[in-house]
């Protein structure tokens, strides 16, 4: 009886409970036909947090109901396909009934420029691991273009140099509906498309393009933006003009036309400027054109990473400028992309072609840390540097019929390079004793050329998730040059010359490499959610390096061979890999494991000195990848990935090189492949209805048989270095950024935290050499506006760097860098407006670097509209107003600290005349 009591007891007090829970009841119509739309989908969300709290969908009358509701603050999302989402908050007291009654839905196509009631579009959208931000959700001024629409989405950053970063990665592609423009060169996209014409920005990482045929992630990614342009921009032509010019010389002059005729884009642009705009992307991807090699390693299976490729390296210059020098730049493209044959056929392609001239000087001050002393150098430079530059690449892909596709994808470049450099350094002992001088002239013509091409072929069996496909590709480079190598260098002891050498030499560059891969892959389904994954492939890459050095006979002529610095060195290999993957995917989690083995055969060949070597090694390549999304807005991922990388011919050739006769390289012939293990560590959650994001990203790596250098610094100053293998290298990385919106002060607060720890092995003076680098930055940024009154933004960072080194662990490298950065713009009467953007860097100084190295860089402009649309614009513009700008960079590496100053543009003032012009027609037709 008594337990049959107590029993009664607890079913009233749960009665109860849930007799003083609310409730939410409503049906959902077709606003137009009063059509019950049954199967909606009814989402309630906790209001503080946007975290989903109960899910329902309507009936076959369109009715819903959510009962045993607690009293709280809420979101009612309701959303039909092809009908705007309907939002609504709630306020529910503990008895709250809210009946909602008639909820009516309006088909997007019927909204136009009409304001719904209670209607929200979403700012940012999660869609699977793609990141979506409505455009239009951000506000831009007239005619600005899509760099500025990317400064205020939140999770993204670009940085003076138009280089993007989004959610602690560096983008590395910018596409236009999904296609490549002008061959994947970024700041051409970002700096010149209007942001207007943009409907959506897609932040994802782009898989390759055997990923996306299989579905089996192979963890070959790139971080990748994607802007979706309307349907109205589609069909019409728009374009830029803007020319400057100014005092001493000083001009910016540039243009682009774009026409789109629905699935046709042509582009034409053009540069002439001498202000630092190359038009180029952020470092050419690191080589020519296009790089068809990534998209040929995207199988994951091993392809060859040559390091070290045979350059003309008589003179190191990458025939790019980044912010060294005063430049002049003469470049121009054209751009085609079109879709045909019900989009079965595409193609895409691009040509640029560019001039460029750069001249400057630098000043750079090392300490190298040996085991018992110190040695410290000081050099100058000045350099007067050309080159002429053509690139094409395009690709043509063809849907044979619904179950096959072929790409071809090719690419190309030559170079015509002409280089000129004084060089003047010294060398200090500890106690500020002179210990060598020397004088160095180079001079060099090169021309490089490369050629690539990929061909893939796919093909879908029976069978669902049954597919197979062959993936072959080339690359082929050239460098031919000359040059002549005039140094002199005294040797000191006591403060007196002990000793003198000369060197007086021409020398010529013969390097060719050509390497050809064909992959086969097989998938086989193992359910709806799983398969198998096997590959098999086979590498032949044949490199070639002939190098000569000539003195000067008794006629004055060049015709004495230096065997000493000449060479004549092929490095052969062939390689055959196979393996096999695992691949699980739902709609919560995904998994990826395999692993491909390689054998891999060297041959190298000393034809100089009539040497023959033979080596094999295996080679391993696992990965394994894991996923899990806890909803649409949140989830966590981890990689790992073994890579191994092989020796490159530079490395492996036993040449001495003498371009400086006081740095030697010497080439080690027994060099092993490296074997790289990389773990990362990823969590991104965003919050749709408070606009709060975070994402967290950690990354460790630790490489066996690392490629490092070995070292030898005399008693004259003189440093031997040969690349080595070594143990023990690893490096920790991590990023951590957050970004919301504070709604009470209408603006947007971000931080950011990243940090490094690299533990590097080398040889000192034939010791092991231990050196740990800490490096921190720590950031907040706020961005405000006021639609047609003022943007403001405001940015303060703080890197801390400290480095120690086992050979002197008495030394500790130990400084800060602070960076201040505020930009904003005011909107005057009269279609005035005032520009502003100013930069503050505090360098500290250190023990070895004492000079002061802050710099205040201040640049303006007072711009005024007119037109129609404001479409014409002067500007009046100051470049380092304040007058402070010196180039500078600061590195710590493995047994030396160095600091660079160099020239780079200073002030300027240039009046500019800027015409946006377009013409837009209807929705591209279906």
């Known amino acids: 009886m008594k337990k049959i009591f107590t029993l009664i007891i607890c079913l009233a007090v749960v009665s109860l409970c849930y007799a003083q829970r609310a409730a939410v009841k409503g049906n959902v119509l077709d606003t137009l036909n009063h059509v019950k739309l049954s199967h909606s989908v009814i989402a309630l969300l ?48 503990d008895t709250s009934v809210v009946n909602l009654n008639k909820i009516m839905l309006t088909q997007r196509s019927r909204l136009l420029q009409e304001v719904v009631i209670q209607q929200k579009v979403a700012a940012i959208k999660m869609k699977g691991d793609t990141t979506e931000f409505n455009a239009d959700s951000y506000k831009t001024q007239a005619n600005a273009s899509v760099e500025e629409l990317l400064k205020k989405l939140p999770g993204i950053q670009v940085d003076n140099k138009g280089q993007i970063t989004a959610q602690g990665e560096k983008v590395k592609k910018v596409l236009v509906d ?40 192979d963890g070959e990614k790139a971080k990748t933006i994607n ?17 400057g010019a100014g005092p001493d010389g000083f001009h910016d002059n540039n243009a682009m036309l774009n026409i789109f005729k629905n699935k046709m884009k042509f582009a034409a642009f053009g540069i002439l400027s001498n202000t630092g705009k190359t038009g180029l992307n952020w470092g050419e991807r690191e080589k020519f054109g296009q790089s068809i090699a990534d998209n040929a390693t995207s199988d994951g299976s091993g392809n060859f990473y040559i390091s070290g490729g045979g350059g003309d390296d008589l003179e190191g210059w990458d025939g790019k400028y980044s912010g060294q020098g005063y430049p002049l730049v003469q470049t121009g493209g054209l751009h085609f992309n079109n879709k045909w044959n019900q989009d079965k056929e595409k193609a895409n ?7 460029m001239y750069v001249d400057g000087n630098s000043t750079t001050s090392t300490q190298y840390l040996l085991p018992d002393t110190l040695y410290y150098s000081r050099s100058q430079e000045k350099f007067n540097n050309s080159i002429l530059r053509n690139r094409v690449n395009g690709n043509y892909e063809i849907e044979i019929d619904s179950s096959s596709s072929i790409k071809l994808s090719v690419d190309g470049g030559l170079d015509h390079k002409i280089t000129n450099s004084l060089h003047s350094t010294e060398f200090l002992a500890e106690d500020s004793a002179l210990v060598n001088r020397n004088q160095r002239k180079l001079s060099a013509i090169a021309d490089i050329g490369s050629l690539n091409s990929n061909l893939l072929w796919r093909k879908k069996l029976k069978k669902k998730g049954r597919t197979i496909s062959l993936n072959i590709f080339e690359n082929y480079s050239s460098t031919k040059g000359n040059g002549f190598l005039d140094a002199t260098t005294e040797f000191f002891k006591k403060g007196v010359v002990d000793s003198l050498q ?18 086969f892959t097989y998938t086989e389904p193992l359910s709806v959610a799983s398969s198998l ?17 000539y003195n000067k006979d008794s006629g004055g002529k060049y015709g004495i061979p230096d065997s000493l610095y000449s060479n004549d060195y092929a490095f052969n290999m062939l390689a055959h890999k196979g393996g096999i993957a695992y691949a699980y995917t739902n709609k919560k989690v995904r998994i990826n494991l395999g692993s491909n083995v390689g054998f891999n055969a060297y041959h190298q060949q000393d034809m100089y000195r009539d040497i023959v070597q033979e080596r094999n090694f295996v080679n391993w390549y696992p990965k394994a990848n894991f996923r899990y999304s806890f909803s649409q807005q949140r989830s966590i991922a981890f990689n790992y990935q073994g890579n191994t990388q092989q020796p490159g011919i530079n490395q492996l050739q036993p040449i001495r090189t003498n371009e400086d006769p006081l740095n030697i390289y010497i080439g080690n012939p027994f060099l092993k492949p490296a074997f790289n293990n990389r773990f990362t560590l990823s969590y991104n959650d965003y919050k749709i209805m408070t606009e709060r994001g975070m994402w967290f990203w950690l990354s460790y790596n630790t490489t066996s048989n690392s490629f490092s250098d070995r070292s030898t610094i005399d008693a004259s100053g003189k440093r031997t270095s040969q690349t080595v293998n070594v143990d023990g290298t690893k490096s920790v990385q991590l990023n951590f950024d957050m970004d919301w919106k504070v709604k009470p002060l209408d603006m947007r607060v971000g931080y950011s935290l990243d940090g490094s720890y690299n533990r590097n092995v080398n040889y000192v003076n034939a010791l092991l050499n231990v050196t740990n680098n800490t490096n921190t930055t720590a950031g907040i940024n706020m961005r405000k506006s006021k639609e047609k009154k003022y943007e403001v933004s405001l940015r303060a960072d703080a890197t801390y760097t400290n480095s120690v080194s086992s050979v002197q662990k008495q030394i500790s490298t130990n400084y800060w860098v602070y960076q201040l950065t505020n930009e904003f713009d005011l909107y005057l009467p009269l279609k005035f407006q005032l520009h502003s953007d100013f930069t503050y860097n505090i360098r500290q100084k250190t023990e070895v670097f004492t000079a002061n190295n802050n710099v205040a860089l201040w640049n303006a402009y007072l711009g005024k509209k007119f037109g129609k649309k404001d479409a014409v614009q002067v500007n009046f513009s100051v470049n380092d107003i304040l007058k402070q700008n010196i180039g500078f960079s600061r590195s710590v590496n493995s047994s030396n600290i160095t600091q660079n100053t160099y020239s780079t543009i200073g002030r300027y003032a240039l ?13 591209v037709a279906k």
């Open 227 to 243: 802007l979706k342009l309307k349907d109205g921009k589609k069909n019409g032509y728009f374009g830029k003009v803007n020319v």
């Open 502 to 519: 000369k060197i007086d030499q021409y020398k010529t560059t013969n390097n060719e490499n050509i390497n050809v891969n064909a992959n």
């Open 349 to 355: 392609i691009n040509y640029k072609v560019m001039q």
């Open 46 to 93: 906790h209001a503080k947090d946007s975290v989903l709290y109960k899910f329902a969908r309507t009936d076959e009358a369109g009715r819903f109901e959510l009962n045993n509701l607690p009293a709280g603050k809420y979101v009612l999302l309701i959303s039909y396909p092809a009908f705007a989402d309907y939002v609504e908050t709630l306020t529910l007291a």
């Open 911 to 923: 009046l500019s005349f800027i015409w946006n012009f377009n013409k837009a027609g209807g929705a």
């Open 533 to 549: 994954v096997f590959n098999y492939g086979i590498d032949i890459s044949n490199s070639h390096s002939n190098k000569n050095s």
């Open 178 to 217: 999904g296609e490549e423009f002008f061959g994947d060169d970024p700041t051409l996209v970002t700096q010149n498309l209007r942001a207007d014409m943009v409907d959506k920005v897609q932040l994802y990482d782009k898989k390759s393009d055997q990923a996306n045929f299989t579905g089996v992630d």
